[in-house]
């Protein structure tokens, strides 16, 4: 009787668990453009951001855990901004490029600033996502694997007008790769223990300092 209490009492916090996150995305889609949300004070499973301009911030308790599949944060929509927030077990999948925040390209003029990431595979990844500011992020990869077999900290393919600035990358493959990506901004980063600091291919007009 009281195996089958406890299996019940179990199974009622999972499926609140399950009730709660899908409550999350819903709140999230449900915003106002231009609204701000604070995720709660808990462990977050990951999410889409699909209302344009709005603010998505943590408090210092929030965790957003990537369940180890995709990417943790999705950022979808034009405008946005993510600040302040602890991610962490993303997907490995680097021919999926599972990130810790995967911005598409319809993300125009997203913001993400001062969020911790830890995790194997890419750390931020923008998708020809044009006018990304990326400030003051703290970017540690998985030195338990081979350089080649980690994420870059932050990669920006087919990429134009992007801020890059103030972020603290360690432990990746490549701190920051420039793919096909032009007329960039990539200033005053921190980078150590890596492949190569910054990795550059097929750019023009970017400029570093």
């Not at 709660?40 to 180890?68: K, M, N, Y």
């Not at 999705?74 to 302040?84: K, M, N, R, S, Y």
């Not at 990869?141 to 801020?163: K, M, Q």
């Amino acid at each position: 009787m009281h195996h089958i209490l406890r299996l019940g009492a179990a199974l009622t916090v999972a499926l609140l668990s399950l009730t709660a996150q899908a409550d999350i995305q819903q709140q999230l889609d449900e915003l106002e453009p231009g609204a701000t949300f604070e995720l709660p004070s808990e462990t977050v499973s990951p999410f889409a951001i699909r209302v344009q301009g709005i603010t998505v911030a943590c408090s210092p308790e929030t965790l957003i855990d990537g369940a180890g599949e995709g990417s943790a944060v999705e950022i979808q929509a034009e405008g946005v901004t993510l600040t302040g927030c602890r991610i962490r077990n993303w997907g490995t999948d680097l021919n999926e490029m599972n990130a810790g925040v995967f911005i598409n390209r319809e993300a125009v003029n997203a913001t993400v600033e001062s969020n911790d990431l830890q995790g194997s595979a890419f750390g931020i990844w923008l998708d020809a996502t044009p006018d990304v500011t990326v400030r003051n992020n703290t970017i540690r990869g998985d030195d338990s694997l081979r350089p080649n077999d980690r994420g870059n900290g932050i990669h920006l393919f087919n990429t134009t007008g992007a801020l890059i600035e103030g972020n603290d990358i360690r432990r990746t493959r490549d701190a920051i790769y420039i793919e096909t990506a032009n007329n960039n901004t990539i200033r005053v980063n921190e980078m150590a223990d890596l492949r190569y600091g910054i990795h550059y291919m097929y750019s023009m007009n970017n400029l570093l300092e």
